[in-house]
Nanobody
């Protein structure tokens, strides 16, 4: 059973930074493209960023382009999302997910973590 565990969420002030981590247990981490998503209250889950298996290609949503970095460590079976210049509208539960394809749609991912809460106060 593939299991994804996110850590690193918390409360920060506007303009602050956070680094989220997602460790994958079991499965074949090097085979997965890894994505980050978020779900704000009363909103649909939305794409944030994705990184390919080798860590050579990354894609971001428009709202995160330029202020976030997705990376991975295949030896540690961990993917990271570093976010800077956080805003109150970034408040959400952040999820990592794994897929065999390099995709952005939530329905295209095979495994999901339980999420980690990020709260940005003004």
């Amino acid at each position: 059973q593939v299991r994804l565990v996110e850590t690193g969420g918390g409360q920060v002030q506007t303009g602050g930074s956070l680094r989220l981590s997602c460790k994958v247990y079991n499965g074949f981490f090097h085979s997965y493209n890894m994505g980050w998503f978020r779900e704000a209250p009363r909103k649909d889950r939305e794409f944030v960023a994705v990184i390919d298996r080798e860590g050579s290609r990354t894609f971001y949503s428009e709202s995160f382009e330029g202020r976030s970095t997705i990376s991975r460590d295949n030896e540690q079976k961990t993917v990271y999302l570093e976010m800077t210049n956080l805003k109150p509208e970034d408040t959400a539960i952040y999820y990592c997910a794994a897929a065999f394809q390099l995709v952005r749609g939530t329905h295209e991912y095979d495994w999901w973590g339980q999420g980690t809460q990020v709260t940005v106060s003004s």
